[in-house]
């Protein structure tokens, strides 16, 4: 029997790395699409020359993205940053599906991305969690984490992603990250109404 696939996104600063955490604590592996795009984009030679063939070869210091580049002509440019994700999104889908065979014998997998409704990756998949929190603690999370993005930057990131009522429809599931109350009961509650829900179909 092929393990269940659960996606887990969310925009910036949503928490969605740290559910994803909290899962990987329980046992349950997870695929970080964000990391893994990162690491095709540097290892995988064909990506890594479409992405030069494209954006020029200051897209990359020393085999390294170089972040502030994309940063600066990619990602607050609609039509270059479609671009980089019909570049990169196939590679990443197809590792995934590479990684789900390696690890076949879980019950469960988790497909942790903030694009999984963007790439249409999402269809693929059986359970969707959507993990949500206001835009202004979202704001300060990012502030905090990442002190190189001014406020507007990720105003602009925010604006963005994700559309929270389409994520609402498409989403099995909202888990909301709001910093009032503990997540850890959240995160085990919903995996306790995906088994409840898999008990029901089966």
């Known amino acids: 029997m092929n393990p269940?696939?659960?996606g887990i996104t969310g925009g910036i600063g949503s928490g969605k790395s740290t559910v994803s955490k909290i899962l990987n604590v329980l046992g349950i592996k997870v695929y970080n699409s964000d990391e893994k795009a990162k690491f095709l984009m540097e290892?995988?030679?064909?990506?890594?020359?479409?992405?030069?063939?494209?954006?020029?070869?200051?897209?990359?210091?020393?085999g390294k993205i170089n972040k502030e580049y994309i940063s600066n002509n990619v990602f607050y440019d609609n039509k270059k940053l479609q671009m980089?994700?019909?570049?990169?999104h196939p590679v990443v889908i197809e590792d995934f599906k590479k990684w789900c065979l390696k690890?076949?014998?879980?019950?469960?997998l988790i497909k942790e991305s903030a694009l999984l409704f963007s790439s249409n990756s999402y269809k693929d998949l059986d359970f969707i969690?959507?993990?949500?929190?206001?835009?202004s603690l979202?704001?300060?999370?990012?502030?905090?984490?990442?002190?190189?993005?001014t406020r507007d930057e990720i105003k602009k990131i925010i604006n963005n992603q994700i559309i929270e009522e389409e994520a609402s429809k498409k989403a099995d599931f909202i888990l909301r990250n709001n910093e009032k109350s503990l997540l850890l009961p959240k995160v085990i509650d919903v995996l306790d109404k995906i088994n409840s829900n898999i008990k029901t179909t089966s």
Do not use: P
């Not at 290892?43 to 020393?62: K, P, R, T, W």
């Not at 979202?138 to 993005?149: E, P, V």
């Open 84 to 88: 980089m994700n019909t570049l990169v």
């Open 103 to 108: 690890n076949k014998n879980q019950k469960f």
């Open 43 to 62: 290892n995988d030679e064909v990506l890594l020359s479409n992405i030069q063939n494209h954006f020029g070869e200051e897209a990359y210091i020393d």
């Open 138 to 149: 979202r704001i300060s999370r990012i502030l905090n984490r990442d002190k190189f993005r």
């Open 4 to 6: 269940y696939l659960v």
């Open 129 to 135: 969690i959507y993990v949500y929190a206001n835009k």
